[in-house]
């Protein structure tokens, strides 16, 4: 049986999450490259990330429920400014706050750039760190 990558993750928690949703749904699969990324992160766009391997016959079935997740995520995100769905969680480099540590780092070569991830709205450009609190769950009372 052929096994094919239908996505692939930069970290392990989104990976799983995923992994566990298509295995409740009966699809077989599994992760390839978790330990790679997980223990080396910097290797994550060396291997292509932690792939998520579906049977080659359930490939379209699993993307159809990766859909369905990734469209109900959307519109359980809400920018608190517009009110868009159009929000994604993203990588923001931090600015170094003051100009000469910043030059002393970069003379000493541990100029290491600080990333701060933040909800990013994509209609009015607004950024927030924390979500306001969801208005209906995603998941069933069962």
Request: proline content about 5%; hydrophobic content about 40%; aromatic content about 10%.
């Amino acid at each position: 049986m052929k096994m094919v990558p239908v996505i692939s993750f930069d970290n392990y928690i989104d990976a799983n999450i995923m992994l566990g949703k298509l295995q409740a749904e009966g699809i077989t699969c599994f992760l390839r490259d978790e330990y790679t990324v997980t223990v080396d992160p910097i290797l994550s766009n060396a291997v292509g990330g932690i792939k998520l391997v579906v049977p080659e016959n359930e490939v379209s079935k699993a993307r159809v429920l990766l859909s369905l997740f990734e469209q109900n995520k959307k519109t359980a995100l809400e920018c608190p400014q517009c009110h868009s769905h159009n929000v994604e969680y993203i990588s923001n480099p931090a600015k170094s706050g003051n100009w000469l540590s910043a030059i002393i780092g970069f003379l000493f070569g541990s100029y290491a750039l600080s990333i701060k991830k933040v909800y990013h709205c994509f209609d009015c450009g607004f950024e927030f760190d924390d979500l306001p609190p969801a208005k209906t769950s995603l998941f069933s009372e069962n």
